[in-house]
């Protein structure tokens, strides 16, 4: 079995600050790209990739479609469009919105979870609606794996309490012990075999 070959993140309501000290705590050498759909308006411009940037070492970026996935780098998803994964690469699309929402968090997690069948972890963070809990249901019934935010530290419980509700086999645990986890999920022992190769 191989290990994870990506990361998805849904925020919505106080999604900044809960990206922002996730992504500070990320080391410069994370090898495996990280997608993040955070919910905003349709016309926001983006800030939130430079906001994020001058927080973390790795390379934020504002995605394009057919972006290419490299690791050390987290992309972000566009205002008023869906993200969705393919193996090796992101596409956007302006299909219509889900449950309210474009970009959509489930639309980007559904196909992470289909890309990467058994090597995508899904992480919910905080948000005050319920987008993400059926895709991160879908990334594990596809064999990957899911952490929720203790709804306890987030600004906003409701969408990591619907996570956890449809999911209830993610782990659930603080903001601040993700990026710890996240570093040992991806972890060891590629990057041992990666060094020992190179």
């Known amino acids: 079995m191989t290990g994870p070959e990506i990361v998805v993140v849904g925020a ?17 050498d994370f090898r495996v790209p990280v997608v993040v759909v955070q919910h905003r308006g349709k ?25 290419p996935l490299v690791s050390q780098s987290v992309y972000i998803a566009p205002a008023n469009y869906h993200m969705l994964v393919e193996k090796g690469h992101l596409s956007l699309t302006t299909d ?19 890309a990467y069948v058994g090597a995508a972890i899904g992480v919910v963070l905080t948000g ?6 059926r895709g991160l249901r879908h990334i594990v019934d596809r064999g990957g794996r899911a952490i929720v935010q203790d709804p306890a530290t ?6 990591p309490l619907a996570a956890r509700r449809r999911v209830p086999e993610a782990i659930v645990i603080p903001l601040d012990e993700i990026a710890p986890l996240l570093v040992e999920m991806v972890g060891s022992e590629p990057a041992q075999a990666r060094s020992a190769a190179g």
């Open 128 to 133: 005050a609606n319920d987008d993400g809990s």
């Open 154 to 159: 987030a600004e906003s419980s409701v969408m």
């Open 96 to 114: 219509p919105m889900v449950r309210f929402s474009r970009p959509s968090i489930d639309v980007t997690f559904s196909s992470a979870g289909d």
């Open 12 to 28: 919505s309501w106080g999604g900044l600050v809960a990206l922002s000290r996730l992504f500070s705590s990320l080391p410069p």
């Open 43 to 67: 016309h926001a411009d983006n800030l939130l990739v430079s906001l994020l940037q001058d927080v973390t070492p790795l390379r934020v970026v504002d995605v394009e479609d057919k972006e």
